[in-house]
């Protein structure tokens, strides 16, 4: 479970213990009396004793425990123990006039105290939102069997999300995959019968990504821009071409830029249904502004350079940094003239490229049947100078460009056909970069 779990940080672990042992004492002898101290003490022994002595002799915790999960015999245990502890209170005052130095005693704590200690989380974990929080507690030195308890489980934020008893062993496990972003302070809240108190508590925070950006809804959000031959589908998803020939289309977002630096992209992706080109490409451009971004994606290349052709032999715009992902599925051989590359394979292909470049295939792998009209769940960490990519789960790059410093800028799609064509559709853009607890 704990995989599951973002820990963007540890602390050392320090068990808030907040001890209300006070409240032991007050149930069982109401301390009405100073000088009865030492009686106090024998009060709740024996009030103690009387809880278990009925049933077991060896005062085993355990034992007591079994014992009382009859709840016939609960309250009048509970009666019994009152009783005993009226009957103590009122032996008490006649020692008292006799003996009132007994007073010194008072100082002595109780005997019992009921204690708590979250074990897990620890103090200062950061959750990934939606993901299960498990919380461990134990609790300790419950005067009465600890699955009589109550426990709640509080955020400081979203208020109760748990509660009910814990085991008869006093441990205590709940698990919440319901407390929302931010910084949550967790108490645990235990309760018994006469006022038993005691609680803890762990600070923990709740991080979450950007929303996924899903184009449903009708109308494209902040900052998306088309190009060229590109639309939303009122169906919710981005169409580069349709099935027309000789098309070219984009869209960009100009208005949130990507950060440098590691990066998980997910996408999912469609194309087919058409006579078979070219491709489309998912881009990361580090333009200076939003206007050389809409300057360099009017004059990429059509054909074989799916949209996103700006740098290399295909454009002008050597020096400007970028990193695509592609997915082509039309054979490219250079001749100079409208192809000014040849593709790694005849096959169609998965390809990452850099600056602006269709022809220079960093890593690329063979997708033969991309063109099935299914959507595509495709994966992208860049990690360092790494890059995984993953279609439905199954890797299908993993390796290591020298070149490659991603430092982040526009994201947006692109995709062409020529005289054969297909469909070729993004949806579901989500980018995680960073999880954020404010
Ligand atoms: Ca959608
Ligand atoms: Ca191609
Ligand atoms: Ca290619």
């Not at 006022?195 to 925070?205: N, P, Q, R």
């Not at 033969?368 to 860049?382: A, K, M, S, T, V």
Request: charged letters at 20%; proline letters at 5%; one cysteine or more.
């Amino acid at each position: 479970m704990n995989s599951d779990h973002v820990m963007l940080a540890h602390r050392t672990l320090i068990a808030l213990l907040l001890t209300l042992g006070s409240s032991s004492g007050c149930t069982f002898d109401s301390g009405t009396t100073d000088p009865a101290t030492s009686n106090t003490t024998a009060s709740n022994t024996a009030t103690s004793n009387a809880t278990t002595g009925g049933t077991d002799a060896g005062d085993d915790v355990q034992d007591t425990a079994i014992a009382d999960a009859d709840p016939a015999d609960a309250p009048d245990d509970t009666t019994a123990a009152m009783d005993t502890a009226s009957a103590d209170t009122s032996d008490t005052r006649t020692p008292d006039t006799a003996a009132p130095d007994t007073a010194p005693d008072e100082p002595d704590a109780p005997a019992q105290a009921l204690t708590l200690s979250i074990t897990s989380p620890r103090p200062g974990d950061i959750f990934e939102q939606g993901r299960a929080i498990t919380f461990e507690a134990q609790i300790t030195n419950s005067p009465i069997p600890a699955e009589e308890l109550s426990v709640v489980w509080v955020s400081s934020e979203d208020g109760l999300f748990a509660s009910r008893a814990p085991e008869a062993d006093g441990q205590m496990v709940v698990t919440t995959d319901r407390l929302s972003r931010g910084d949550h302070t967790v108490t645990m809240r235990a309760t018994g019968p006469g006022g038993l108190e005691a609680e803890a508590s762990v600070s923990i925070g709740v991080c979450s990504w950007t929303q996924p950006e899903t184009f449903d809804g009708g109308a494209l959000g902040e900052g998306w821009e088309t190009f060229g031959s590109a639309y939303l589908d009122p169906n919710g998803w981005l169409e580069m071409t349709g099935l027309s020939m000789g098309q070219q289309g984009a869209i960009f977002n100009t208005s949130n830029i990507i950060n440098p630096g590691n990066i998980s992209i997910t996408v999912r992706i469609l194309t087919g249904g058409g006579t078979g080109a070219d491709g489309f490409a998912m881009s990361v451009i580090q333009a200076e502004s939003p206007e050389e971004l809409r300057q360099i994606i009017n004059s990429a290349g059509s054909g074989g350079a799916l949209g996103y052709g700006y740098g290399g032999d295909w454009g002008t715009y050597d020096d400007v940094p970028g990193f695509h992902i592609e997915f082509d599925t039309w054979y490219n051989v250079y001749n100079g003239g409208n192809e000014f590359h040849t593709d790694p394979t005849p096959e169609n292909h998965i390809g990452v490229t850099l600056d602006g470049d269709p022809g220079n295939h960093y890593l690329w792998a063979e997708l033969p049947n991309i063109e099935d009209q299914r959507w595509h769940d495709i994966n992208i960490e860049i990690n360092g100078r790494n890059v995984v990519v993953t279609m439905d789960g199954e890797s299908v790059i993993d390796g290591f460009i020298e070149q490659l410093d991603f430092k982040g800028g526009y994201i947006g799609f692109s995709g062409t056909t020529g005289y054969y064509t297909n469909y070729h559709r993004f949806d579901d853009l989500q980018v995680r970069q960073e999880c954020l607890v404010e």
